[in-house]
């Protein structure tokens, strides 16, 4: 079964630091990897997915990066504003599976 | 484009009764829908996947005569949560994939409160 994990688990940065977001999954055989940001008690976000033949995906401040060998992805954002604080998750698709696995979040706060 | 939208946004009933949530994808067809739950501060546990015309298939723990789900359109899917109990208040949510396509979109959300 397939395993995320997302580190740190919580974030606390000023405004216009860049800042780096790490997701991690244990089988590297997957279809493609998506980041999502979610505000309190609000549904999800899609903010950017990655394909297994791609490397990385870019929308504005965003960048992502993935590389399956290392089983690992990361998330930068540039120049943090304080709308930028919410949860990020990551979610993880298997080849062949039709199903997602999501870490557990990181929690950025952006402090004006 | 691809908006999926939740009904209702929140709900509080009775332990014991019965409660339906809707889930429609609004300007695309999906073939597959997902629903999850989450509790707070916990990430998305997924419940179950649903393709349109089929069975749903749940995930292991989940059961399915109290989380009955239809997905009776390419449009629609319903969740319903029967016999509620104060422990299946959580937050709901489901998600929709176009036909063929790699992402998965989320609808808003349904808070369950069960008394």
């Keep these: ?3 995320v994990t997302q580190i740190p688990a919580a974030l606390s940065v000023p405004e216009g630091e860049n800042l780096v ?4 999954f244990t089988d590297s055989a997957i279809y493609n990897l998506q980041w999502f940001r979610q505000d309190p008690g609000k549904g999800l976000t899609s903010l950017l997915l990655i394909q297994s033949s791609q490397r990385e995906q870019t ?6 990066s993935l590389d399956k060998s290392s089983g690992r992805s990361t998330l930068y954002i540039a120049a943090s504003q304080p709308g930028d604080s919410a949860t990020y998750l990551c979610a993880v698709e298997p080849y062949n599976f039709n199903k997602f696995y999501f870490g557990s979040g990181t929690k950025l706060n952006v402090k004006p | ?5 939740q009904h209702p946004s929140w709900v509080i009933c009775k332990s014991g009764t019965s409660v339906k949530i809707e889930c429609r994808s609004l300007d695309f067809q999906a073939t597959t829908m997902f629903w999850y739950r989450q509790f707070p501060k916990q990430s998305l546990m997924l419940m179950a996947t649903s393709n349109e015309g089929s069975k749903a298939t749940y995930e292991q723990g989940v059961e399915k005569d109290k989380f009955l789900i239809n997905h009776a359109s390419l449009t629609l899917s319903t969740l319903t949560v029967t016999s509620a109990h104060p ?4 937050f709901y949510i489901c998600s929709a994939r176009l036909a063929g396509g790699p992402e998965q979109y989320f609808g808003p959300g349904t808070r369950l409160t069960v008394t």
Excluded: I, M, W, Y
């Design chain 1, 1 to 3: 079964k397939q395993e």
């Design chain 1, 21 to 24: 977001l790490n997701c991690s």
């Design chain 1, 59 to 64: 929308s504005g401040r965003l960048n992502a």
């Design chain 2, 1 to 5: 484009g691809a908006v999926v939208s």
């Design chain 2, 87 to 90: 422990e299946d208040s959580s």
